[in-house]
Nanobody, 118 residues
Framework: QVQLVESGGGWRQPGGSLTLSCAFS????????????PGWYRQAPGKERELVAQ???????NYADSVKGRFTISSDSEKTTMYLQMNSLKPEDTAVYYC????????WGQGTQVTVSS
């Protein structure tokens, strides 16, 4: 069983920045981390959950078109924590953000609210 604990959500004005963190209860080795497809998703009110950023199997990042150039996914060297650096925030980035890891089974964090408004 893997537990994911998110933190870092909050309110920002448009153009602001936030960094989300996702701590894993189990450490993943550097070599297998990306094989579990760790990533960030978000769900806005009335919308389906969507992919924001994810590590591919070759460990390269993959971003939704809507966040390319603004968001950056990263992890610490021990693969115990994953981050999402969000810059140039827009009102349409408002959502509950979830971190996720695993393919079968899939593990989700509890979600953290990000609100972007003036």
């Amino acid at each position: 069983q893997v537990q994911l604990v998110e933190s870092g959500g909050g309110w920002r004005q448009p153009g602001g920045s936030l960094t989300l963190s996702c701590a894993f209860s189990s450490a993943y080795s550097r070599t297998i981390f990306s094989l579990y497809e760790p990533g960030w998703y978000r769900q806005a009110p009335g919308k389906e959950r969507e992919l924001v950023a994810q590590f591919r199997n070759d460990a390269t990042p993959n971003y939704a078109d809507s966040v390319k150039g603004r968001f950056t996914i990263s992890s610490d060297s021990e693969k115990t924590t994953m981050y999402l650096q969000m810059n140039s925030l827009k009102p349409e980035d408002t959502a509950v953000y979830y971190c996720k890891i695993g393919t079968d089974p899939i593990y989700w964090g509890q979600g953290t609210q990000v609100t972007v408004s003036s």
